[in-house]
């Protein structure tokens, strides 16, 4: 049973535009991670976020952990193709992971 | 450092027929995790391990999947027999704590066993 949803499922927008990933959850995780994943091979981390309302940055990407440790989002700025992937949240319990449905984002040059 | 290890790639085989895929994890890393992950969709949990004792293994059909993991090391996953819909990508990884807090575990993935069951 999956804990995460994760919104939209499928994503398709031009180069230089902006988008959001959302994932939520009815239960609480020490933190949440975000992976990508492309063709063929498995996801790689991006990011961890373990404070409520935390906000990280790694170059056009912002992620957000929600207040009540249930929730996060993912912002992508001017998107590129190279971002194109599955994007993957994953809630962290202990020492078990517990993954979103995923997101698969394309994005036309 | 070399990465998660994965074979065979790809797999293809009739129904009702028997499956085996390893895994060898990074040097060191005392967790390792099988997944089952349908195209387009997020991995799903199958079994956990911590060194060669069995952790987690709730979601996984005992009835035709079975895992070892001798010596704490490598790992086989077998599925016997294979159904239609076991058609999924398998993916193994691995994870080490960091400073005991596993809220900074990550898990490194391998390139994963892509089944097809006809």
């Known amino acids: 049973t999956q804990l995460l949803e994760q919104s939209p499922q499928f994503l398709s927008i031009q180069e230089g535009e902006n988008l959001t990933v959302y994932c939520n959850s009815s239960?609480?995780?020490?933190?949440l991670q975000w992976y990508r994943q492309e063709p063929g091979e498995g996801p790689v981390l991006l990011v961890t976020v373990v404070t409520g309302g935390e906000v990280k940055k790694l170059k056009r990407l912002t992620f957000q952990f929600g207040d009540a440790r249930k929730d996060s989002s993912l912002h992508i700025t001017a998107a590129q193709p190279g971002d194109t992937g599955l994007y993957l949240c994953a809630g962290v319990g202990g020492n078990q992971f517990y993954f979103g449905t995923g997101t698969s984002l394309t994005v036309i040059p | 450092e070399a990465g998660v290890a994965q074979s065979p790639r790809y797999k293809i085989i009739e129904k009702r027929q028997s499956v085996a895929f390893w895994c060898n994890p990074i040097s060191g890393h005392a967790t390792l995790y099988w997944y089952q992950q349908i195209l387009g969709q997020g991995p799903k949990l199958l079994i956990q391990?911590?060194?060669?004792?069995?952790?987690?293994d709730s979601q996984l059909p005992k009835d035709r999947f079975s895992a070892e993991r001798l010596k704490g090391v490598d790992s086989t996953l077998k599925i016997q027999p294979a159904k239609l819909e076991d058609s999924a990508v398998y993916l193994c990884?691995?994870?080490?704590?960091?400073?005991?807090?596993?809220?900074?575990?990550?898990?490194?993935f391998g390139p994963g066993t892509r089944l097809t069951v006809l």
């Open positions: 239960s609480v995780f020490s933190s």
């Open positions: 990884a691995s994870s080490s704590l960091l400073a005991g807090y596993p809220g900074y575990n990550e898990q490194f």
């Open positions: 391990f911590q060194n060669n004792g069995v952790v987690d």
